[in-house]
């Protein structure tokens, strides 16, 4: 083959993105960050095509909760497609999502005194986020919806329009911004009595604001700055919602699956909402897969009402059911993961002694961790170092001065402390150079 | 374990749906219309979990067009999974995007002329819609979207403004109607010059219409009923967009990868968009995968103004990547698809004679056809007959009275004729018995 | 005084617009096509304040039907005023109020077989509109709103959604497109089967356009070219509107008391609307008035559901039912409106045929008419050099290519003849000086 | 004439109310508290058909600060219509449109260091807020409205999207919300740091408010229940909209023109907006008449933007003007206008020290005032006591238990302490009666 671009392909070692300078859209963040070409992933591990490795504190974007590639998953997937089962059903039954359906209800739900519908969404989290203010509104026949200063649900338009953290939404006047009331996220004032100013907001006639269809929430917010809020907040704001007679919806797209300790964050604050987002991590294995969880009463859908192609994905149904069996049945895994959260809580405050006057606050739930830096220049130093030292780990925030710290549910004790050890140095060699400066 | 719920997965073949009915949500649709559990695909053949089976009509609403478990691929994808092969990467780079970029280009686009920036996106065919409007209101500084009447492009709530045939929109007074104008697609009002009208609603001094930031076009519309329209209407509606600054996003979600016997459909017709919409059958295997083709000169995003954590779901790279090169790479496909095509026409015309007082229509191009009945009723009698016959096949349009032919593109002479043999005698039965009526 | 703003004040024969310059706004319009300060009105001649006189073909964009300062209007006023005659009411019940329903129901809705609720709008024909949109939503529970191309209903928020005249509302992103569906009024397309084109937009499955709260509609477009649709039309309008049980507003604004030869315009086209806007000349005087007319099964208000200050103007009532008593009692006027709209047709069928190479196309429903000229500078020449003759004339439509004709209805016939000389000359001399250019 | 509605004519004083039952729509409201049909003011006193008198402290919704029929405007309109003075000039100049360009700048303007252009409006109050709304956006090309709790602005669809207190807005989902974000007014939520939420919610980083174009702000607001804020609270507001770039527009559409001891209740605040929403009482005699107060570098209009039939309704200027030099010109009326708010002040004391179980609160600045009584019952008793003791007055905030009390601003010392002592009588008797239930 004579073409030149082919020619390319023969020496894939000289080359860390041409390709995709080339040919993908300018729109692609993560890789300007972290600048390799990856081939393989391990456990708590990335390896690029040369072979070298890092810890992966990204994990997908939290999609990846329980490793790269874990063996038992990874079986159960191989046989799967060893014997041609079905790929995607559309939303046909399969035997893939009858076991999921079951192991979540098994595993999951009535273990835990939860009833509720689970509705296959098109398999990526914003679209678990849109079925859920479509059928909030359908149901309630209200259409506006509150939602929180820096919430972040997703890139379609009707989740756009309730992610306070996309400023850009504010600087394009191409939108429709919808119909939604932003309150205050636990904190964010700085002032006393946030939730009085909420409620009053919220119910003092002559507010202005209509009735809401549906309260969301991110219990803690990942994009926005891993802001955890208090347990008597959270019940206040869950209260106003019942008051106004709006539906609670929780995204757990991020927070669930054990990132905070237990399975859906929502259970450290004895809180049952009425809808569930979830997404990311409970397929199990990285594969898109994004469903709604519905209070039956609430499950006024007509048929077809909410659809999309790959929401009958099975690969997704198996490794998640597999997941869910493997490793919430019993309780060693929730145990495992108390240790590496409090492995993961000592690292943090020992991290905070050591550099007091560099790291403005820690943030953790269970393996839900952020470090807020003293600005976005150190936090991306900070960033670049970790990667050469091999670690992956990403900042958000909405003065991106935030590192995010998502590594896997099941990492190793010595990984973790590996991991904690190249965010100290990474951490030294950028104090130390900043002050050079 | 004593759990009730858990007893009944001992008995499986007793049980059809109950699963799914206690735990899923009412929204779901086909399983209404086919109701088995399935297991097992292979070629152009759905297996369910008693080995009953049924040729495969459906195509996962086109993600399958080269059928079930395609050998090849699902070598190369066990081989991925074996040497774990990174799953997710959010939007690094990966050896198998790189491949997938690589594959596109000198496989399908370099040949056809063409040159696009590919944008990853939420792997679901309405994400790469939201990200084409969204673009396409930022490059132009507009806001008005022209759609066609019967359109059909997602379910999220940016895709659903353009989508007119979700009549329920008109019902709900819920959502946002955003700001669209809906033009009539070829044939629609069934008057002489209805481009004259078209055009005159769009250009016309005091037509009230915003100039458009874009047109977006399915070209064969599937869910509307199988509307083939003219080469000559569509360069006229080209020529209009081209007239009136608009970008023209043409919708190949369906209609792409082959389905219509070339790999994009708008090859037929002479024309290049600027933006094209391309899910489904692009993963190959049926996993989930859409991106966005962008004329370069309109590639204004920034980094990370438009994302989602399943956009580097690389089995779906690997499997598209392997079958545009098996696939696509010489010319034997395409004419086994000219093949496929034409058995397929002459099938059409045989029924059509046969049934001429039953059938109002049949529409084709390429493999994607429509066979339009005397009434709803009717169709969902075939449908049914076909289900018991061993032949699974939907309906579409505004009516619902249209069958919709979507065999694989890969399936054998002796399969496709098997099929519309079927499709003859469910006909034969259904009139039968609505003439005993 | 020394003020030096006051000093001017002194010598007002020197200046024309300082001050207007100065202290007005720049959205001013009207005043920079006829530069003349005035002072006086009489009958059909306006007088500046150095005593020049001009006939007026405008009479106040149609609120001057009756010329102006009418004796027998005037007497009532001046006698109300010397009366201590209550002046702002809010919605008080008032003698003067009471008057006017009274001789509105006796005189005009009565002997035409109509019953009408009457709500008295803020005195602005927008309001009424804005009042009618409201209610037709209230009672429908609709949002969408079918208007015309080329229409023209009001400048506020509302009233601008449904004016497709209003191109700068296509530039503009900053207001709310509002949900409204422009189809084409008569002729629009210039294409055959209009309408029926129409009704399939409207009325065909998968059309994408919601069901209509209501059609909104001026009969003849004013400000859109003075377009006078066929009965016909306007009948198979009608008739689509009560198919999709759309409440059937018209907007009589400037097209009703008297202006096309009969009260109301809708009665020439033999149909009964559900809602009826007027203002402008139904105070008969010249001062604000604006009454949406209800079909009283409609009329489903809540008590201040829509409200404004100066509804309760009760100059406007007096002249206005003195008006309708004075003048719609009997048949004379009617006889001699019938006159007048003859010897205008007369007229312009004489400017036709002299020039014929420079008028396009006349339009002319009684006093209203339209002389569609080759081209805005043509015509706007010819409205400069009319206004040196002594005539005020307006130019409408898209192009601003139209001479609008709305002299008094109360015109003589010698100055009926006037006007029209005048204009003979000033298109005469328009078009010999742009030959000679 | 035998027409039977016209007999009822003859016998008026056995009526009240019947023919405005049966020819006016539902929507009327202040005649079902006041029940009369008057036909004549004078000063300070309403006379109905009767000869029956009425102290009036609702003054035509503040259009009649003047009180009804003042000698000195009297005159001058009666000479104006006898001398056939033009009524209706569009935007044309006129002689009495620029006397009152010059009475408002020579007497109210540059006495006070002032420079705006005025834009004459459609004739209501809702007509400059629409403008002012338009002419914001357009000059920051900016779409976000900041309104506060309790807000009213017109009825509209575009001063309707920022009135808070429309409840009704909440309840209906058939019209635009805009895109208006709601702060609260001092003292509205009851927190401390009230001002320190507005800005965080403002300003936050992350807080999803969209820059606003402009903030609106009615200094006492009127409808929402009489609510006097702090300068200090005031002076932050307007700092913030600085700090935001954001247009200042003050609506002093019945806080203006005198009504609280100052021309423009702005004064008090020692701000300078840069745009002033004017209506009501800037014509004096109750006459329609609104006009939008622009700074000169952001009078940005095109020609023709902003339009309406009756902007140039010239009795109001002429009668506007007239009163700007007779109370204006020098320091006397001020005076007076001090004297009469100091008395209101001692009175509305004095009541609540009498009643001080049943009023909760008073608030006053100047000749604007509310009294809040225990609940809406008692205030609508106090209202028909009031009524038949001889004195009109409304009631207005969120609960509907405010009794404003808009006097003349012209009354007499003997009339406001008749006004205050019937008030006093009537709480006595509410009380009383409720008491005895």
Chains 1, 2, 3, 4 share one sequence.
Not at 84 to 112: Q, W, Y
Not at 195 to 210: A, D, H, K, N
Not at 298 to 316: I, P, V
């Amino acid at each position: 083959m004579s073409h030149a671009i082919a020619t390319k392909v023969l020496e894939p070692s000289h080359r860390t993105g041409e390709v995709f300078e080339q040919y993908e859209s300018n729109v692609r963040t993560y890789c300007r960050t972290f600048p390799k070409v990856f081939a393989r992933g391990e456990g708590s591990y990335l390896f690029d095509r040369d072979g070298e490795r890092w810890l992966d504190f990204l994990s997908g974007a939290g999609s990846l909760n329980y490793g790269h590639n874990h063996p038992v998953l990874k079986q159960a997937l191989l046989e799967y497609i060893q014997g041609d089962g079905i790929v995607n059903s559309l939303d046909l039954h399969t035997t893939a999502k009858e076991e999921f359906l079951l192991a979540l209800n098994e595993v999951v739900l009535h273990p835990r005194g939860l009833e509720y519908r689970a509705q296959f969404c098109g398999p990526t989290g914003t679209d678990a986020v849109e079925a859920a203010l479509k059928l909030a509104r359908k149901v309630t026949k209200r259409r506006n919806i509150v939602a929180f200063t820096n919430s972040y649900h997703g890139m379609s338009a009707g989740s756009m329009t309730i992610s306070s953290s996309l400023t850009r939404l504010s600087r394009e006047p191409y939108f429709d911004p919808g119909l939604v009331t932003f309150v205050p996220f636990d904190g964010f004032t700085g002032c006393d009595n946030e939730i009085g100013f909420v409620r009053r907001l919220l119910t003092g006639e002559g507010s202005g604001t209509p009735p809401p269809a549906a309260f969301i929430l991110e219990l803690v917010q990942c994009e926005g700055g891993v802001n955890v809020p208090s347990v008597e907040w959270v019940r206040q704001i869950v209260d106003l919602a019942a008051e106004l007679k709006a539906v609670l919806i929780i995204d757990e797209i991020q927070t669930g699956c054990g990132r905070t300790g237990k399975f859906f964050c929502f259970e450290h604050y004895g809180i049952i909402p009425q809808m569930v987002c979830v997404s990311k991590s409970i397929s199990a294995y990285g594969s898109p897969m994004s469903i709604l969880l519905i209070d039956p009463a609430l499950d006024q859908w007509e048929r077809a009402e909410h659809t999309g192609t790959f929401r009958g994905f099975t690969f997704s149904h198996l490794t998640g059911a597999k997941a869910l069996r493997h490793f919430w049945s019993g309780s060693d895994f929730i145990s495992s993961l108390a240790a590496n959260g409090d492995q993961l809580g000592v690292g943090l405050s020992s991290l905070k002694n050591e550099f007091s006057g560099h790291i403005r606050d820690t943030r953790q739930l269970g393996m839900l961790s952020g470090i807020k830096l003293l600005n976005a220049s150190l936090t991306k130093d900070v960033q670049r170092n970790c990667f050469e030292l091999g670690l992956i780990i990403e900042s958000v925030g909405p003065q991106r001065d935030t590192l995010k710290l998502l590594p896997p549910l099941t990492i190793s004790s010595e990984d973790l402390a590996a991991g904690l050890s190249i965010l100290r140095d990474a951490l030294r060699q950028s104090i130390r150079s900043q002050q050079n400066l």
